[in-house]
């Protein structure tokens, strides 16, 4: 690709295109837990909101690449992009398939999309939205046109299946979803606002060990603990409770917004007690909140960009619309993209 000069790079908007997703067959319901822990479906329900989540088959070669790759691919056959017109590939993920190669170079493999940049970035459940940040500055620069930007993770292979690790267990679940992005003439096109942050001191209260010294409290130490999720689920809860509400309001701030502005918020499907405290904080209508996470669970960076193109299956995505993404999750990090379709 022809390099660019950034400094003499006209002004451009960057419109979303298309999205698709991918979702494992196989589904684990409240009903599927109360045979291997302590629980029971109600209880799950009434905490979470959760009544499945999907579960990716490792064991038969079904796992975050491959999620990653058909979600792109059905988001690029939405949009009638074929590979080779991508210039730019970016993966959000926490749980890739080997520490290298990376997903995204998988992906760019596997799909045939030649010798592009491929990159994976880590932040936890707010991978999705820094991404999307990320994308819309490196198109707005003219040095990319076609962007491809995939939320995936497979985190059930780092779950407890038993009444040992049940706080996280009836969360997390497996999915992939993506969106193309494409550089627009219309400079009023693309993200308006976007907030990223993080609080490295809060990454004892979630987060996966692998070896003793990775414990915060050396005292926490068990190895049945070792490559599983740990989670202070109290702690959590509150951080997020906070920081969601905190982000949206310094989002609209930033745009000069009201909540009534916007058309969708485009929230990371953690627990449905968190998306109704934002819902009530701002007064935001039912429909303008999309709430999926009693079908999925929470599938990590996938979690925002599968609410969106749930929406766009069912015609409620339209351009001159605009939509606030939203996330927090471990690390700990927490962010905003605010688009203006």
């Known amino acids: 690709m022809m390099s660019v000069n950034t400094h003499h790079a006209p002004r451009r908007g960057v419109r979303v295109v298309a999205s698709g997703k991918c979702l494992p067959e196989t589904r684990l319901t409240n009903h599927d837990l109360e045979s291997c822990m302590e629980t029971s479906h109600e209880w799950i329900l009434k905490r979470t909101g959760i009544t499945e989540r999907r579960r990716a088959r490792w064991d038969e070669g079904e796992k975050t690449s491959t999620l990653a790759t058909n979600a792109l691919r059905a988001a690029m ?3 009638n992009i074929a590979p080779d ?42 991978g999705f939205i820094y991404t999307m940040n ?29 009444t040992y690790g049940r706080g996280a267990a009836i ?21 308006i606002a976007q907030r990223m942050h993080s609080e490295g001191e809060g990454s004892k209260h979630l987060f996966i060990p ?20 740990q989670m202070n689920g109290q702690a959590v ?15 609209l701030n930033d745009a000069g917004l009201t909540a009534d502005d916007v058309d969708h918020f485009i929230c990371h499907q953690a627990n449905s007690r968190i998306l109704e405290a934002a819902r009530e904080r701002f007064g ?23 609410v969106f193109d749930e929406l766009r299956e069912a015609g409620r995505i339209q351009p001159g619309q605009r939509v606030m993404f939203l996330a927090f999750g ?12």
């Open 77 to 79: 056959q939405n949009a």
């Open 134 to 162: 990320l994308a819309d500055a490196m198109a707005r620069t003219g040095m990319y046109n076609t962007i491809g930007v995939i939320g995936a993770d497979c985190i059930t292979q780092f779950i407890d299946y038993s």
């Open 210 to 229: 692998s070896q003793q010294i990775d414990f915060p409290d050396q005292e926490d130490y068990d190895e049945r603990k070792l490559k599983k999720v």
């Open 171 to 191: 969360l997390f679940g497996d999915a992939a979803a993506a969106i193309v992005l494409q550089a627009s003439d219309d400079i009023e096109l693309g993200m």
């Open 284 to 306: 935001i209508p039912e429909e303008k909140l999309l709430v999926n996470i009693h079908k999925y669970g929470n599938t990590v960076a996938a979690s925002a960009p599968l």
């Open 330 to 341: 471990a690390g700990l990090t927490w962010g905003s993209s605010l688009w203006q379709l």
């Open 85 to 126: 017109q991508l210039d730019l590939l970016l993966v959000a993920t926490m749980t890739p398939d080997t520490p290298t190669p990376s997903v995204s170079c998988i992906v760019s493999r596997e799909l045939g999309c030649g010798n592009i940049a491929a990159i994976d970035i880590n932040a936890a459940c707010s």
């Open 237 to 251: 809860f509150k951080f997020a409770v906070s920081k969601f509400q905190e982000v949206i309001e310094n989002t």
